[in-house]
């Protein structure tokens, strides 16, 4: 299967070299390349394109400024000279941040991301799993630092986030699958399409539904087993 793609970049030496990249890949079709965002709409809207290589800093419309604008964007790699913008990437659900100048191996892996994704196969968790970790997510015009033990449930509120606290809530506008690519998999699970817990702050599993601080929070039927194997384990006391 073809992947068609799109260079959407200002630099014609950037360009240039994504274009290279691109030719040594056989399973991509480079369809577009454009100078600016604007030229790359009527493309875009016949769907046939999967991914967008797009640069950040460009003139009448900045890389970001687009993706925010398309309904259904395909999957994205952004392409810039300028990392501090890595985080609003994480936000918009970008598959992956590539700092100019490119070298082929990062490239390559990016690419892999997206074919893994089109091909259905699990995306693989590069998450360190360290209880002492931590991530950052954007509240009102400012990056806050969570540590992972912070973290008791975290819940989708339409294209919002709250992530819920001891004591208090946080609410970021990005998605609840691109947080749980964030976190560990040995201490979080997504166990309703619309709540991720965190499995050390489990207090009682009761039916279909688990207890942390004072909420009830519902478990899918596909989920419970999972769910049961990951908190009790080597832990349930037995007579």
């Not at 460009?58 to 890389?63: A, C, Q, R």
């Not at 817990?197 to 596909?222: D, Y």
């Amino acid at each position: 299967m073809k992947i068609k793609c799109l260079i959407i970049d200002d630099e014609p030496i950037a360009c240039r070299g994504i274009q290279e990249y691109v030719s040594q890949i056989d399973f991509l079709e480079l369809v577009g390349v454009f100078e600016n965002a604007m030229q790359a709409y009527d493309i875009l809207n016949e769907g046939d394109v999967k991914l967008i290589f797009l640069d950040i800093e460009m003139p009448l419309l900045s890389g970001i400024e687009f993706l925010k604008s398309l309904k259904n964007p395909p999957y994205t790699i952004f392409t810039t000279a300028y990392p501090n913008h890595a985080l609003e990437g994480f936000e918009l659900g970008v598959i992956d941040y590539l700092v100019k100048p490119i070298a082929f191996p990062r490239f390559l892996k990016a690419i892999n991301k997206v074919k893994d994704q089109l091909s259905g196969k699990p995306e693989s968790r590069e998450v360190v799993e360290d209880e002492k970790g931590y991530f950052f997510i954007k509240e009102n015009g400012k990056f806050v630092r969570i540590g992972y033990e912070e973290v008791l449930f975290a819940e989708a509120l339409q294209n919002y986030v709250a992530i819920h606290l001891n004591g208090k809530k946080l609410i970021s506008y990005i998605t609840l699958s691109i947080l749980e690519k964030q976190l560990p998999a040995s201490m979080f699970l997504k166990v309703h399409k619309s709540y991720i817990v965190s499995l050390q702050k489990i207090k009682a599993i009761e039916g279909n539904m688990v207890l942390i601080e004072s909420s009830k929070i519902p478990v899918s039927r596909n989920i419970k087993d999972l769910l049961m194997k990951k908190v009790l384990e080597n832990k349930l006391l037995k007579r």
